[in-house]
């Protein structure tokens, strides 16, 4: 009986040991699977590729995201780093944007000043060698060859002031050939009277590439003649100089040489009627799908470069 008592005392001091003992599988478990919100909540999402290391960057308002397409792949209304454009309806497919790149940006850069010359000239309906067409303002230029530099200027804004204090706002459209010299500018009669009388002809100018405001959007033009097996693709209204013009073809994207008439040639028809994407001098990079191929033909976009 003894020993019963005994054995019956263990159990129940084991039992007691047992109840105070912590319940450390539980407790582990509960570490396991319990997230930490407030780290969760705080952790900033991701917003993008950032622009490359010495690429100048655009600011202004912050870029929407758009809503989602087919694919899953948001849908921006012609976005840039952290900017957006203004878009309107167009008869194509909506365009996509991607991130900054680095282009060469030619003889003309941005915040530089030049010094030269204006001259004048009678500019009729605004058509030039770059071949946009008859202009409904005025306020046009041509650049000097050396600076044209085989069409890289066309469309470019530049804002010219004279030794007086005056100024005016010009688009290049044609080209000065020889013997204007690097530097000068021949003002359209309506351009150079805002700087001083016409009938002075010539007078001595400094002038930068302005980036305006505007509510126009970029449109694409293929040449006369232009097919699948050949083609040519001009970029109309753009608010920066354009450096680069490239169409999708196999699956990647190919660069066009640009002509000194301001097309960019597709000789063996490759990527004519497809997506193409539009580089200006400060890096900004524009995708518009689904330009059908309509010769002489403006079709509007829904896309222009941001404003620097």
Not at 40 to 51: C, I, R
Not at 60 to 72: K, Q, V, W
Not at 277 to 301: K, S
Request: charged content about 15%; overall charge neutral; some cysteine.
């Amino acid at each position: 009986m003894g020993t019963t008592v005994a054995v019956a005392a263990v159990a129940v001091l084991a039992g007691l040991v047992m109840a105070l003992a912590p319940d450390r599988e539980t407790d582990a478990a509960s570490v396991a699977v319990a997230p930490d919100v407030g780290n969760q909540a705080s952790a900033p999402a991701s917003t993008g590729t950032p622009a490359p290391t010495g690429t100048p960057t655009p600011t202004g308002t912050p870029t929407p995201t758009g809503s989602p397409d087919a694919t899953g792949t948001p849908t921006p209304t012609a976005t840039v780093g952290a900017t957006t454009a203004a878009a309107r309806p167009s008869a194509t497919k909506a365009p996509r944007a991607t991130s900054d790149v680095a282009v060469s940006p030619g003889r003309i850069r941005p915040g530089t000043a030049y010094q030269g010359v204006a001259t004048v000239y009678e500019a009729g309906n605004g058509d030039g060698a770059c071949l946009f067409g008859p202009s409904d303002d005025l306020m046009i230029a041509a650049m000097n060859t050396t600076d044209y530099e085989s069409s890289k200027a066309c469309g470019a804004h530049v804002l010219v002031r004279a030794a007086n204090g005056n100024s005016v706002t010009v688009r290049i459209t044609n080209e000065c050939p020889l013997p204007c010299a690097p530097g000068q500018l021949d003002l359209s009669e309506q351009a150079f009277a805002k700087l001083a009388d016409p009938k002075l002809g010539r007078i001595p100018i400094t002038w930068s590439l302005l980036s305006p405001s505007t509510s126009d959007t970029i449109s694409i033009r293929y040449k006369v003649g232009s097919s699948q097996y050949w083609c040519g693709i001009q970029v109309i209204d753009h608010r920066n100089p354009v450096a680069r013009l490239e169409v999708r073809t196999a699956g990647v994207w190919r660069q066009l040489p640009r002509t000194d008439y301001n097309y960019f040639l597709s000789a063996d028809g490759a990527g004519c009627g497809g997506a193409i994407r539009i580089t200006d001098i400060h890096g900004e990079r524009l995708t518009v799908d689904g330009i059908a191929i309509r010769p002489d033909v403006a079709q509007p976009t829904r896309v222009q470069f941001a404003r620097h």
